[in-house]
């Protein structure tokens, strides 16, 4: 409505500017003049209003979506039906509108498919700006630094590790610092900072706790393979020597042999284990479900066992609780599990009594074994299922035992789907239990050899 005032003002400004000249220079009577104007103003605002309204409307139309186009909103189109130069700009709108709206689809599936990457990322990424705000996260990043706000938010909601913020810092002013690694809420984390164009920076998260956790596992391993093999070696080698060397009694010489024999088969079982092992935890073994009567597998373990009981004084006894009569599990796998805690609680038990129990549970059995032994204090509980982990080293040794058979039963019982828990107390005995859960029998999979 602008254009249709300004031209009805203009009209009105014309027929007055004429009005005047004709009273000052005319002879014609003034109120026929005045009479005259009047119509003529009358006259030239109509068809300034007129004429105004067809250029108004489409006016008002392109600014409406120029506005809109401001805003974001980029759907908005211009009326293309104009005529002349109005028309001409309405096109050049609409296309600038298409243009936007294009660039903008663009923009956004580039953000989105930028989003869905950050999340899938097992490592941490955080992107900040040059205002010293975090604008991008993911979520392995709030996850390893424990950050719930919603981006955008300032740098110092971020943890104030020292290595971390020193890492940034220097990324801002535009260098490369090294990686580095910090313990960070019982995590080490590796990172490393790199500049961006803008003055901003992004960090990105790498938890190397699994991997330091596993690198030390195998230095131990190797370290206990090592130190196992090299007692029964220098024991052949030193008699082997004797022998050789000298010429013992012949009483002499069969014990010398019999040691000699002791030590080469106690290699023989932790190779034999060690291969079990490693069967196992490389998937290589998958157990071949069967229904197993608990019973059975109980008088097999403890007739076979019974005399080394009776030779200590030890009584066993079973119980099988209602419901846990049978399981579904790798028959051979169930015999091993319990064989190796049966004999371990031999082993380690002076006096008093063994019992092996079931127990059914609404998705499955707990197979234990109790005994009255020494215990095992809480610092050594969770770490009695690793390989070569011996709480009293050398008892374990000297009793037979190559330190790998309850790490073996772990992972036969995972191998089921299942799961292992030792309770223990000092001067009252311990007890390690096996959960096998209900599982549909499978003739797929092979056994491994007797573990000891």
Do not use: C
């Not at 130069?85 to 294009?102: K, P, S, Y």
């Not at 992004?202 to 330091?212: C, K, N």
């Amino acid at each position: 409505m602008r254009v249709a005032r300004r031209l009805q003002l203009l009209a009105l400004a014309s027929v007055a500017s004429l009005w005047i000249t004709l009273l000052v220079f005319s002879d014609i009577h003034a109120g026929i003049l005045t009479l005259s104007a009047v119509i003529a103003a009358l006259v030239s605002v109509a068809l300034a209003t007129v004429l105004a309204r067809g250029i108004d409307t489409p006016l008002a139309e392109l600014h409406d979506t120029l506005r809109s186009l401001s805003t974001g909103r980029f759907s908005a189109r211009p009326p293309l039906q104009l005529r002349g130069e109005l028309g001409e700009l309405a096109t050049v709108i609409h296309r600038l509108a298409e243009q936007l709206e294009g660039q903008t689809q663009s923009l956004r599936g580039e953000d989105t498919l930028l989003s869905a990457m950050m999340e899938s990322l097992s490592e941490g990424v955080i992107a900040v700006d040059r205002g010293q705000r975090v604008v991008r996260i993911n979520a392995a990043a709030r996850q390893m630094l424990g950050i719930v706000a919603a981006t955008p938010f300032p740098v110092d909601r971020l943890p104030r590790q020292r290595e971390l913020q020193q890492s940034l810092q220097s990324a801002q002013r535009g260098a490369e610092p090294e990686p580095l690694e910090l313990r960070y809420s019982n995590k080490l984390l590796l990172v490393t900072a790199r500049p961006l164009r803008d003055g901003g920076a992004v960090v990105a998260l790498f938890d190397t706790t699994r991997t330091r956790r596993l690198e030390m596992v195998r230095r131990d391993f190797v370290a206990n393979v090592s130190h196992e093999l090299r007692t029964p070696l220098t024991v052949i080698t030193g008699f082997a020597e004797t022998l050789v060397t000298d010429d013992p009694s012949a009483e002499s010489r069969r014990q010398f042999l019999e040691t000699i024999r002791d030590n080469a088969q106690r290699m023989t079982r932790i190779v034999d284990d060690l291969l079990d092992l490693s069967r196992l935890e490389s998937g290589g073994w998958v157990p071949a479900l069967t229904d197993v009567s608990v019973e059975a597998v109980f008088d097999e373990i403890i007739t076979a066992l019974q005399p080394a009981a009776e030779e200590k004084g030890l009584r066993i006894t079973a119980t099988i609780a209602e419901g846990a009569e049978e399981i579904t599990a790798d028959r051979v796998a169930v015999s091993q599990v319990l064989s190796n805690l049966l004999n371990n609680a031999v082993r380690h038990t002076e006096h008093g009594e063994i019992t092996v129990s079931s127990i059914a549970e609404a998705n499955g059995v707990w197979l234990s074994v109790a005994d009255t032994g020494p215990g095992i204090s809480h610092e050594h509980l969770p770490r009695i299922f690793e390989r070569f982990y011996r709480v009293d080293t050398g008892r374990s040794r000297g009793s037979g035992g190559t330190g790998l058979g309850l790490a073996i039963v772990k992972h036969l019982v995972e191998a089921h789907g299942g799961t292992v828990r030792a309770t223990s107390e000092v001067g009252k005995g311990t007890t390690i239990s096996a959960f096998f859960p209900e599982r549909t029998p499978s003739r797929d999979g092979s056994v491994p050899h007797n573990v000891t």
